[in-house]
């Protein structure tokens, strides 16, 4: 029988603990006879006005040395992990059994390293970094006096470094090579490109300027783990300690989550959550970042969807820095399932050179860290298929992400029709509760082993829009788009309060209903909406999928008033959406192949 987990914050944060343990399994299992050595060192370095401690592991591949040198990989942890978990001491692994040097650390207030979570922010997690790459290059000794003088080098002092790594430990990457243009190629994964948008999104189109809606499971979750690290690390570094009242972060950080948890965001609190949330964040510095990257971004991510590697993809893209992109099916909310997951990038398994993904990664670094010219890095472009069977195919490719190309219309009597001339009058409407009454997911509950609830909507909290069945399979690949106009009397007499809070919030999402009647929200992916005006139609971007609705199935679009993942509205305000023929609302779809 299914469970609801219950909405309690602070299991939920001792539960992400224990997921983030092994964000990312890298690299195939050691044996006794690891063609390597392995060296703990420590490095201190200054970050954010402070002198602190980084630990290391540095590994030498057999037969590198001085006259025989090789190029390094850099990597590190998750958030609330270290370079001795799962996910980071096996990156060193992975790279120096196929011949590089690697150096893997415990990022800046984790593990035993020193210094304030800080949250990837370049002028401190990316300048701690930095002093590492200045290890590899010869630059400076490790604290014991270590040199590393077995590194292939560019130039005096510049190593041939690349960086691989997951969620924290891919934004690090991006916030190093913004501030030290010695890296030679980076692998970010499953990473972000905005927290403004990852931890309270607002995917209304063109309203940035607004806070969004307080993702607080995910958020506080993170919070938790981050002020709890006594539990992880008894003893801990003094540079790890701010205050009694933000104990472990930087005070931005502390100070934008009590914002958010407060469920009021006036004006100068918005601006403040908001600059910082930028500051550290790849949309406000992309535009230094000249190494080549291979994105890799999971289909099954609740925490950091397809939107946000998107987004970095194409601002690399504009500005002439090589990049590509590959959409693979697993995340921070789980999706290596079903029969194809045997040929899926799991690199605890040493399927590097056998899963799709890990034969990109190693080309990548083959290209831009061995100089191999020769060497294909693969298309712009690819993406993983859930319901493609055969392991060898589950990977398409394109040079480009597909348009919006596919357009329904919303009709008033409560169908989604292809042609507007189809589009009848009508009027309906909903109301929120107090209490969230739309399901979507339970943060964490995968990655845990709890068994979720199905998503759901209440009667009268909701209105939808229904397709007929279709005629032939439909492949969306990218993020839809909708654009409405919603009636809202309640909302229009508040909006301009000065809090945003009081601005109209819904949900839109859309649902493959099979020919049974069983609903499916792909990935329990949802759009987290502040409507920015009520009284003008306004354009949401949903988060971006990989779906195939099959030969007889509907598509059914819908606008909720709640969802218990975030905060909802602030006091009861009723919708209502007229539809006609003269100003119908738009569903747009990205359709491969059309």
């Known amino acids: 029988m299914s469970r609801h987990v219950p909405r309690s914050r602070a299991p939920l944060a001792l539960a992400l603990g224990a997921a983030l343990a092994a964000p990312l399994a890298i690299g195939p299992p050691a044996s006794a006879a690891d063609p390597y050595t392995v060296t703990p060192l420590t490095f201190t370095v200054q970050a954010g006005g402070r002198s602190c401690t980084v630990d290391a592991d540095l590994y030498r591949p057999a037969g590198v040395d001085r006259e025989h040198p090789a190029p390094a990989v850099l990597g590190t942890n998750g958030f609330g992990g270290s370079k001795s978990d799962g996910s980071t001491d096996t990156i060193g692994k992975a790279f120096a059994q196929r011949g590089y040097v690697s150096l893997v650390y415990s990022g800046l207030g984790f593990g035993r390293s020193g210094c304030l979570i800080s949250l990837d922010d370049p002028d401190i997690d990316g300048a701690a970094a930095a002093q590492l790459v200045d290890f590899l290059g010869g630059k400076r000794a490790a604290d014991d006096g270590t040199t590393a003088d077995f590194v292939t080098l560019d130039a005096p002092g510049d190593p041939r470094v690349g960086m691989i790594g997951g969620s924290y430990g891919g934004a690090v990457q991006l916030a190093t090579a913004a501030v030290d243009h010695r890296l030679d190629a980076l692998v970010p994964m499953v990473t972000w490109h905005d927290l403004a948008y990852s931890l309270a999104p607002n995917n209304a189109v063109g309203g940035s300027g607004v806070p969004g809606v307080f993702k607080w499971q995910w958020t506080n979750g993170f919070y938790l783990i981050g002020e709890g690290q006594p539990l992880l690390q008894p003893s801990l570094d003094p540079s790890r300690i701010n205050s009694l009242a933000c104990l472990h972060f930087v005070t931005e950080a502390c100070r934008t989550v009590h914002t958010l948890n407060s469920g009021s965001y006036p004006a100068d609190r918005t601006a403040e959550l908001l600059a910082f949330a930028h500051r550290v964040s790849p949309a406000s510095y992309l535009h230094r970042v000249k190494t080549p990257t291979l994105l890799v971004q999971g289909q099954a991510d609740t925490l950091f969807n397809l939107n946000e590697a998107t987004a970095t993809y194409r601002t690399l893209r504009a500005q002439g820095t090589p990049v590509k992109m590959i959409w693979q099916s697993w995340g921070h909310s789980g999706g290596l399932t079903g029969p194809a997951a045997a040929g899926e990038f799991d690199l605890s398994k040493g399927n590097l050179e056998t899963s799709y993904v890990g034969r990109r990664v190693l080309a990548w670094f083959d290209r831009h860290l061995r100089k191999q010219t020769h060497v294909d890095t693969g298309p712009a472009f690819a993406y993983y298929r859930d319901w493609v069977t055969d392991p060898n195919r589950t990977y398409a490719t394109a040079d480009h ?142 988060p971006g999928i990989v779906h195939r609705y099959e030969t007889g199935h509907r598509l059914r679009f819908v606008i909720a008033a709640s969802d218990d993942a975030y905060f909802g509205n602030r006091g009861i305000k009723p919708v209502t959406v007229v539809g006609g023929p003269r100003e119908p609302g738009v569903l747009q779809l990205p359709v491969a192949g059309s």
Do not use: M
Not at 429 to 436: A, D, F, I, K, S
Not at 442 to 460: E, V
Not at 481 to 495: D, I
């Open 401 to 542: 992400l597909p348009a919006l190309n596919r357009t329904l219309y919303l009709s008033g009597d409560g169908k989604l029709v292809d042609n507007r001339n189809k589009v009848a009058r009508g009027t309906r409407g909903y109301t929120n509760w107090l209490t969230p009454t739309s399901h979507s997911e339970s943060s964490l509950a995968g990655l845990i082993g709890l068994r979720d609830s199905p998503p759901h909507d209440t009667k009268g909290t909701y209105l939808d829009w229904t397709s007929e069945p279709l005629d032939r399979p439909l492949d969306v690949v990218g993020a839809p788009r909708a654009t409405l106009k919603v009636h809202s009397p309640k909302a229009e007499r508040t909006q301009n309060s000065g809090d945003a809070a009081d601005k109209l919030v819904l949900f839109a999402k859309i649902y493959d209903v099979a020919p049974d009647g069983t609903r499916t929200l792909v990935r329990r992916l949802v759009a987290p909406v502040r409507v920015p005006d009520v009284t003008k139609s306004f354009t949401v971007k949903l």
